[in-house]
């Protein structure tokens, strides 16, 4: 029979873990679930500063072409477990689904938190991977 001890360890240690706690992601204060994110990974910006880019579902892109257009002209913000992270100013409503997030102290970070978005690390760049 397992000890107390053991039993109280493992439920500590499975409730630390990052990939099994929730997460609260919001893009301009619409909650996005990890279903609707197909993928996040870190990358670098078109500056080379770190970043995120964020691909969600197909079924989620209206509510992310949605939100987008309502805010024309402005900056997007996104939010993780209730720190804001920088999005883009958005030129024309985001039809594709995809997003960057920028504002990362540095590339180990971005790729951290974009773990943290999807619940998952970032598909492969490709089949052979």
């Known amino acids: ?13 499975f409730a630390a873990a990052p990939a099994l ?3 609260d992601f919001k893009i301009n204060g619409t909650a996005f679930s990890q279903t609707e994110i197909l993928d996040a990974r870190g990358t670098a910006s078109l500056s080379g ?11 989620a892109r209206a509510k992310l072409q949605s939100l987008s257009a309502a805010v024309l002209g402005k900056a997007i913000t996104a939010t993780l477990d209730g720190r804001t992270l920088n999005g883009p100013v958005v030129r024309d409503p985001i039809a594709d689904g995809m997003i960057e997030l920028t504002g990362f102290a540095d590339f180990s970070e971005s790729e951290a938190v974009a773990e943290r978005i999807s619940g998952k690390p970032p598909l492969p760049d490709s089949l052979e991977e």
């Open 1 to 13: 029979m397992l000890g107390k001890r053991f039993i109280a360890a493992l439920f500590l240690l």
């Open 49 to 59: 500063e770190p970043a995120i880019l964020v691909t969600v579902s197909e079924k």
């Open 21 to 23: 706690a929730e997460r």
